[in-house]
């Protein structure tokens, strides 16, 4: 399974942005899928996740309510819509994939099997 993030850029505070994960070589169905972060100088932290069958939706509370992850139109496609950024927000996104994930380790970096290469999103304040 190949991941491929994007859509990270440069955006001021209170700005809005989509970031997308696409997987080729296989479709999310009966996956989970997670986005991860690493800011300057931190380790990396679980952002958001969400299993492709049941739909549930899991969230770092730095993000939630600012942001959704969710399902593209087809099953190779997962979307991180952030809105209210702020400048904590600024780090290298990554997605990650991988099947039969326990709940209580869906914000493990290591239980995931497949990570893409990382978008770089920038909050200037």
């Known amino acids: 399974v190949q991941l491929q993030a994007s859509g990270g850029g440069l955006v001021q505070a209170g700005d809005s942005l989509r970031l997308s994960c696409a997987t080729s070589?296989?479709?999310?169905?009966?996956?989970?899928v997670a986005w991860f972060r690493q800011g300057p100088g931190k380790e990396r932290e679980f952002t958001a996740a969400?299993?492709?069958?049941?739909?549930?939706?899991y969230y770092a509370d730095s993000v939630k309510d600012r942001f959704t992850i969710s399902r593209g139109g087809t099953e190779n496609t997962v979307y991180l819509q952030m809105n209210s950024l702020k400048s904590d927000d600024t780090a290298v996104y990554y997605c990650?994939?991988?099947?039969?994930?326990?709940?209580?380790?869906?914000?493990?970096?290591?239980?995931?099997?497949?990570w893409g290469q990382g978008t770089l999103v920038t909050v200037s304040s």
């Open positions: 990650a994939a991988s099947s039969s994930i326990i709940l209580s380790s869906l914000r493990v970096p290591s239980s995931y099997a497949f």
């Open positions: 070589g296989r479709t999310f169905r009966g996956y989970s």
């Open positions: 969400i299993r492709w069958s049941a739909r549930n939706t």
